[in-house]
């Protein structure tokens, strides 16, 4: 399979996962069920850090110089969001004063991701899956907000954040065309891909629902 039709199949496999998604699900399952607008901005408040320490941190160790530009700008990018969602949340009334997104610790998605080595796994499990699970995460956002009235805060995803997450995903998908051409490599990049999607918090509503590639194992 050449490079594009493996990326093409990865991208499907996903599409069908998300498909059984019901339309509050990732808030749900980050949220543990407490699905208000405040508590979900204080957890994207930690994705967003996590997302953009990952980036930063594979950025000097990743050789490829397309790999680089994209991981460079993805840490900028996400840093940025943490301060656009704080400063609604300080907006809607919340105090961040000490506020320490990583007080609980990083996630077990950042503790898996941070242990990957090479190029295609990386850029598999960080741009392209992880940043395909923040698109359909802040979608499900976005129609929340606008449900409960808050249309300044949907308003700040669908103009800013979510064109740039949707850019993320998209040079993640370049990089792994360009880079993805033999079998091991995609084998790599496949298996990295899947366990993103199995072990996101965003996601883990779906482990009762599905087989197939939420119960690949974790490595
Ligand atoms: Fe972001
Ligand atoms: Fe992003």
């Given at each position: 399979m ?12 996903m ?8 339309e509050t699900?990732?808030?749900?399952s ?6 208000d ?5 204080r ?11 990952l980036?930063?941190?594979w950025?000097?160790?990743?050789p ?8 460079a700008?993805q840490?900028?990018d996400?840093?940025?969001?943490y ?5 609604r949340l ?6 961040l ?5 990583l007080?609980?610790g ?38 929340f907000c ?5 249309s300044?805060t949907a308003?700040l ?7 740039e997450?949707?850019?993320?995903h998209l040079?993640?998908r ?12 995609q084998e790599?990049?496949a298996?990295a891909?899947r ?5 996101a918090?965003?996601?883990?509503n ?5 087989t197939?590639?939420h ?5």
């Amino acid at each position: 399979m050449n490079s594009h039709e493996f990326v093409a199949q990865l991208v499907e496999e996903m599409d069908r996962l998300f498909a059984q998604l019901g339309e509050t699900d990732t808030l749900e399952s980050e949220s543990e069920g407490k699905v208000d607008v405040v508590t979900l901005l204080r957890l994207a408040l930690k994705s967003e850090l996590e997302a953009s320490e990952l980036a930063g941190s594979w950025m000097s160790t990743t050789p490829e110089v397309e790999a680089k530009m994209a991981l460079a700008a993805q840490c900028g990018d996400e840093m940025r969001h943490y301060a656009l969602i704080s400063d609604r949340l300080v907006e809607l009334g919340q105090d961040l004063s000490g506020f320490d997104a990583l007080a609980d610790g990083h996630s077990p998605l950042y503790q898996y991701l941070r242990g990957l080595r090479t190029t295609v796994e990386r850029i598999a499990a960080g741009p392209f899956a992880s940043e395909a699970i923040a698109q359909i995460r802040n979608a499900q956002f976005v129609n929340f907000c606008r449900q409960v009235g808050d249309s300044k805060t949907a308003d700040l995803y669908v103009d800013i954040i979510q064109p740039e997450e949707a850019h993320h995903h998209l040079l993640g998908r370049q990089v792994l065309e360009k880079y993805a051409t033999t079998p091991e490599l995609q084998e790599l990049a496949a298996a990295a891909a899947r366990n993103t999607l199995a072990i996101a918090d965003e996601l883990r509503n779906l482990a009762a629902k599905t087989t197939g590639v939420h119960n690949i194992p974790v490595s």
